[in-house]
């Protein structure tokens, strides 16, 4: 019993994840994102065929297995595009650490004070980083995964919606400062709408993404007693 | 075979036992190529697993607050610099798993199906947060950048 719910869990997770990678090709937007749009029709299907969360503990452990090799993968688009860091090393550098910082500590100071629990205040801090790093951050912080991961994912979306538009609004204009904004808030999803706009801020984003994804790690635990 | 024999072939009775043999061959080539793949493909990967496990073991060791999974990434990048590991060597595992990077996570993002009344509740603040705090990074990461960069080479004259 328990293995077919693992095995049922496993396979309404895939199915749609592959039903949404066909939806975002014909209907790009962010709510057919493989991420937003295979989270909530998992959920659905599991809320209406009455599958408890523990019943999924198992296929989640399966599935995310993966998620530690993916991360360090993350090295080789650092690698391909280093050249392109260190050529706009200072620029990069200073705007990737303000923007991390910037993102966090407006993140916790807002949650703070519209008087969020601690639980969430922690969580929401570390939204910025790309996913996989970011539930692993989120263990070391006493933060919750789940609410991690949820963060994220809406912080990918943000990015991508709202992102562009506020970048032409603040007249930033530079395809370096563009790229590098959109990978240092909204990571993977950034990155993928910096990569639409050019191949250059495509190149910076996914180095911020990295970067933006160590320089967090470092400092979240660092802060963690200030939040 | 060379394109002669192809006639004496199909009239000598032991060259006939040998045609459906080499059609068996040529069905089963593409078969045996995609099997290699997936046996380069699963070594790739597991190298990958590896260094996440050499990430975690050296974050361990080391008493560091800091994510293994990182520090593998970190431990990979070193290993390209250093040219230890060539770059074509985790090609096709790396682009496969950044490809599918959402797969591997949403099974986290769905535990929330047990949060949704809490969340809902602070809906609101919870995306205010999100959103308010989304620009504050956008604005200052892309302003600064774009301030300190050197002015584009299009704008000379």
């Known amino acids: 019993m328990k293995a077919a719910l693992t095995l049922y869990g496993i396979a309404v997770t895939a199915g749609m994840y592959a039903l949404s990678r066909r939806l975002s090709r014909r209907w790009p937007s962010p709510f057919t994102s493989p991420v937003f749009f295979t989270t909530s029709a998992t959920i659905l299907v599991f809320l209406a065929t009455r599958v408890e969360l523990s019943d999924y503990a198992q296929a989640k452990e399966i599935l995310t297995f993966l998620l530690g090799p993916a991360t360090v993968a993350l090295a080789m688009p650092l690698y391909r595009n280093r050249r392109l860091l260190v050529a706009n090393l200072v620029p990069a550098m200073a705007g990737l650490l303000a923007g991390a910082l910037g993102t966090m500590i407006a993140a916790v100071a807002l949650a703070r004070a519209l008087g969020l629990s601690r639980t969430i205040v922690v969580s929401i801090s570390i939204k910025s980083v790309t996913a996989p790093v970011a539930v692993e951050i989120a263990r070391m ?87 | 075979m060379t394109p002669g024999m192809e006639g004496a072939a199909l009239t000598t009775p032991a060259a006939i036992a040998v045609v459906p043999r080499t059609d068996l061959r040529a069905a089963t080539a593409p078969v045996l190529l995609a099997v290699k793949r997936a046996v380069l493909l699963a070594a790739e990967v597991a ?14 060791r080391l008493h560091l607050h800091f994510p293994g999974n990182v520090a593998g990434m970190l431990l990979l990048f070193a290993l390209l610099c250093t040219g230890v590991v060539p770059e074509r060597l985790f090609e096709r595992s790396s682009s496969l798993l950044a490809r599918h990077l959402p797969f591997f996570f949403v099974p986290i993002a769905v535990g929330l199906m047990t949060l949704g009344s809490t969340l809902l509740s602070q809906g609101m603040s919870l995306l205010l947060v999100l959103v308010a705090s989304a620009a504050v990074g956008l604005c200052a990461a892309g302003w600064l950048a774009q301030v300190l960069a050197p002015p584009a080479r299009k704008e000379r004259p």
């Not at chain 1, 991961?149 to 912080?155: C, G, S, Y």
């Open chain 1, 141 to 227: 912080i006493q933060a919750d995964q789940t609410l991690t991961a949820a963060f994220v994912i809406v912080t990918g979306m943000i990015g991508v919606m709202l992102g562009p538009w506020l970048l032409d609004r603040a007249g930033i204009r530079s395809p370096l400062a563009r790229g590098l904004a959109l990978g240092t808030v909204s990571h993977g999803q950034g990155t993928a709408q910096a990569a639409l706009e050019g191949e250059l801020a495509g190149a910076i984003a996914s180095i911020a993404l990295g970067v933006a994804a160590v320089f967090t790690s470092l400092v979240a635990p660092l802060l963690l007693p200030y939040f």
């Open chain 2, 47 to 60: 190298g990958l697993w590896a260094l996440n496990e050499a990430g975690q073991l050296i974050v361990t």
